[in-house]
């Protein structure tokens, strides 16, 4: 296989005398010449070498720096440096900037031979795990990799990504989905599912170059719904030992082992995410439509640019939290942005997210508004493919026939129907205690109506028989049963029994008496 190199030397007349070695030796070949670090800067990004030959004495940038900034921005580049003074010091600070070789000058035709092939050896072996269609034997890899970043803290892009995963392990049978959090000094992803799990991405960065599908298995935490989770550091301390071409590895053993990896990057661009970024099918950048949110997306886009990593044009900006009330919608957003907005944005739902967080766990979530609109998201960003359509065909194995699924709000529908049902008797009950009361409320109210009409005939002088009479004709025709009219010489009394459930039902063991007073007249 045929290896290309980018040489850098401080002035032409070496850089020359260097090439001419390369030429002389069977399967490298030499892209260009430079003789400034921004020119191998430039170059890297341009012609993406697969090795780098570095002088000691190239500037302005010092020599150690650009070893770094090359290692992180191209995992799979392989830099040679070469010295006048190669001493034991300088021999070590280069190794661990990330320098695969280091040689003395003058160099000899078989110790540059040497040290390419040895170069040219490891990044064939990166390259296995670096390239987006192909696995260890060679054919498809079986999942696609979406990463998801945020323009700025708060912005939601730790729900978006787990909402993802769980819409995409939910909806789809049989789908492996994965969900690493590469958030790695403040990732939420364990509060937010309340994944509880003893090893993290930082066991796998210590083996990473011996990762089989036990190893991967054994640090992923698997929940009751399917989904896999793999964790950020627990520790600060071992935060380190995650480096670009260790996460670089590690995403490409989830990905033959998954059929969707979903990564959650957080807000801040490191030369870690980078490299995650750089290997992604598909990378979400979640804003919110607010200036500062909107200014981080051009931050963050022009970093990825700087590092070699993705092309503003291929990252699909989502809105997050867009409400009616906001100054800036998502028409505006789009002439705010490096590249327009996806055309699915997602609400402002604080309310509705708040069950989900307080539970740690999106089928707490029973919105079905919102689990639409994260389906919507999905079916653009093709973590659920439809079955008519054949565009993320070109990245996964096989297309994944959508179906419906009890979605979350679904199965809460049904647990709300079960809840009601148990509620029914008590609901009819107290309905029951409620037209008691205003029966009865009634009936006093009739009661003390037809005291008041005897009352008013016994102040005349009428008869006992005539009294009773009033009494009765002053209310309705079905309370008259219960009712009993005494009268004396200075006071009525009538008692009625109170009704039960029915105006026609009643016993002498429930009544209710009202006494009217009166003179009689002369």
Same mark, same amino acid.
């Given at each position: ?8 030397? +401080? ?20 892209? &260009?010449?430079?003789?400034s670090? @921004? ?22 940038? !010092? ?59 490891? %990044?064939?072996?990166?390259?296995k795990?670096?390239?987006?269609d ?19 803290g ?21 789908r ?31 083996v ?5 599908a ?5 640090? %992923? ?19 380190? @030992? ?9 995403l ?24 995650? %970024? ?11 439509p607010? %200036? ?99 565009? !993320?065909?070109?990245? @996964? ?56 009409e ?9 008869? +006992?028989?005539s ?23 200075? &006071? ?10 029915? !105006?026609?039902?009643?016993?002498? &063991? ?11 007249? &002369?």
């Amino acid at each position: 296989m045929k290896h290309d190199v980018l040489i850098s030397a +401080p002035d032409q007349t070496t850089g020359y005398e260097l090439r001419s070695l390369v030429e002389e030796i069977d399967d490298f070949t030499v892209v &260009d010449v430079a003789d400034s670090s @921004s020119r191998t800067d430039a170059l890297v990004a341009q012609r993406e070498p697969s090795i780098v030959i570095l002088h000691n004495q190239l500037g302005p940038t !010092p020599v150690l720096q650009l070893i770094r900034d090359i290692v992180s921005r191209r995992p799979g580049t392989a830099v040679i440096l070469l010295a006048d003074d190669l001493t034991p010091a300088l021999f070590t600070s280069a190794m661990d900037a990330g320098a695969r070789g280091a040689v003395a000058l003058p160099v000899s035709l078989e110790e540059l031979q040497t040290r390419l092939v040895a170069a040219a050896n490891w %990044v064939d072996h990166m390259r296995k795990h670096l390239r987006q269609d192909s696995n260890e034997s060679g054919g498809p890899l079986r999942g696609q990799l979406v990463v998801v970043a945020g323009a700025k803290g708060g912005v939601g892009t730790t729900t978006i990504a787990a909402h993802l995963a769980y819409d995409a392990v939910t909806r789809v049978p049989g789908r492996s989905v994965c969900l690493v959090d590469l958030d790695l000094e403040k990732g939420d992803i364990t509060s937010l599912l309340g994944v509880d799990h003893r090893l993290d991405v930082s066991d796998l960065a210590k083996v990473a170059d011996d990762l089989g599908a036990q190893t991967v298995t054994s640090a %992923v935490h698997r929940s009751s719904t399917g989904l896999s989770t793999l964790r950020s550091p627990s520790r600060l301390e071992d935060v380190g @030992s995650v480096g670009e071409r260790e996460i670089v590895l590690i995403l490409a053993a989830l990905r033959r082992q998954f059929d969707l990896v979903i990564a959650d990057l957080g807000t801040h661009v490191t030369p870690v995410t980078a490299a995650a %970024v750089e290997t992604a099918s598909q990378v979400l950048l979640v804003a919110t439509p607010d %200036v500062l949110a909107l200014r981080g997306v051009h931050r963050t886009t022009d970093a990825w640019k700087r590092f070699g990593s993705r092309k503003a044009e291929d990252v699909s900006i989502v809105l997050n939290k867009v409400s009616k009330e906001s100054d800036i919608q998502p028409e505006t957003a789009a002439r705010l942005t490096p590249t327009p907005p996806l055309q699915v944005w997602l609400p402002d739902a604080l309310k509705v997210l708040e069950r989900g967080l307080n539970h740690q766990s999106p089928a707490a979530v029973i919105s079905p508004s919102w689990w639409d609109r994260i389906g919507a998201l999905a079916s653009q960003v093709h973590t659920v493919v439809d079955a008519d359509d054949p565009k !993320p065909a070109e990245k @996964s194995r096989s297309t994944f026939r959508r179906r419906r699924r009890p979605t979350p709000a679904v199965a809460e529908k049904g647990q709300a129907t079960l809840e009601f049902t148990a509620l029914l008797p008590l609901i009819l009950l107290l309905c029951v205690v409620l037209w008691q009361v205003g029966l009865w409320g009634v009936s006093a109210a009739y009661a003390g109506h037809a005291a008041d009409e005897a009352a008013r005939a016994a102040s005349i002088g009428q008869s +006992p028989d005539s009294v009773q009479r009033a009494a009765l004709d002053a209310v309705p025709e079905w309370f008259r049963q219960g009712i009993t009219v005494t009268s004396n010489s200075s &006071d009525v009394r009538v008692r009625a029994r109170l009704p039960i459930l029915v !105006p026609s039902v009643s016993t002498e &063991d429930l009544s209710f008496t009202s006494t009217v007073g009166y003179v009689k007249e &002369d």
